[in-house]
């Protein structure tokens, strides 16, 4: 796997700094889900580890949210999804933008509002202290956001020495309407992660009965969490931010399986 990167052993990875500084300790693994968000609507999928080689690690693991949003639908996702990992022992998210490539006057002209300044922007060179990556990000005609789109591309170096190889990461999008690449977006960015060797972590249908509801209109894939955006206006509803908080928990017990195996 290259350097590698993440939670995947790799005889040639140079450890990340999160990583240089955890220490493990032998542990009995379970056979229950990463993460069940609601027991009593669903059934989760197991993740198996080898009891004779599990650890639990004392450092507290690191998943970043890395997100461009441009009215504010994506980073909604994204607080709500940090909660979820937050919730999760020994696992904790870190909130992170990438930067803005349109013009201030541009943005002025679209109204668009200011960034969080609670959010610091993040290098591509960063990624390799973080133990898994969750990526979100608007549709632009079925593919990520150009501003997504040129961080992945300023992260080169990264992609010729393999670093990120091994690391868990995910998706989760924001499209104008029904049609409009709730899969789609999620689907072509997967090309990202291949080229870096990154491990792609879809949600499935862990989330239980919250994705088969018919109701109402709800963003949100097997591929990752989504919201509808419509004009600009409307704003998530509780499934879609119940269900990014579901992604994030199931990503830290992912991570934290991967990082114990």
């Not at 990463?34 to 080898?50: F, G, K, L, M, Y």
């Amino acid at each position: 796997m290259g350097k590698g990167g993440g939670c995947v052993p790799s005889k040639k990875r140079q450890p990340s700094s999160a990583e240089g500084s955890a220490t493990a300790t032998a542990t009995t693994a379970t056979n229950n889900a990463p993460i069940e968000a609601d027991e009593e609507t669903h059934e989760t999928a197991s993740v198996a580890v080898n009891p004779t080689n599990a650890q639990s690690v004392t450092a507290t693991l690191k998943i970043f949210i890395v997100y461009y949003s441009m009215y504010g639908h994506v980073e909604k996702l994204a607080k709500r999804m940090k909660k979820g990992v937050d919730g999760v022992e020994g696992v904790e998210a870190v909130l992170y933008r990438v930067p803005e490539t349109l013009p201030a006057d541009v943005l002025d002209h679209m109204k668009v509002p200011s960034k969080n300044p609670e959010v610091p922007e993040i290098k591509a060179a960063e990624l390799a202290q973080a133990d898994g990556v969750l990526f979100g990000f608007p549709t632009r005609f079925g593919c990520m956001a150009a501003q997504m789109k040129a961080f992945f591309d300023s992260s080169g170096q990264f992609w010729k020495e393999q670093t990120l190889a091994g690391k868990p990461a995910g998706f989760f999008v924001s499209t104008g309407t029904q049609g409009g690449g709730q899969e789609a977006t999620a689907w072509t960015a997967i090309t990202q992660l291949a080229h870096h060797g990154m491990l792609f972590v879809p949600i499935g249908y862990t989330f239980g009965a919250g994705m088969f509801k018919m109701d109402s209109i709800r963003g949100g894939s097997p591929y990752g969490a989504g919201v509808y955006a419509g004009d600009g206006t409307r704003e998530p509803t509780e499934t879609e931010l119940g269900l990014a908080e579901h992604q994030g928990k199931y990503m830290a017990g992912v991570v934290k399986r991967l990082c114990q195996a």
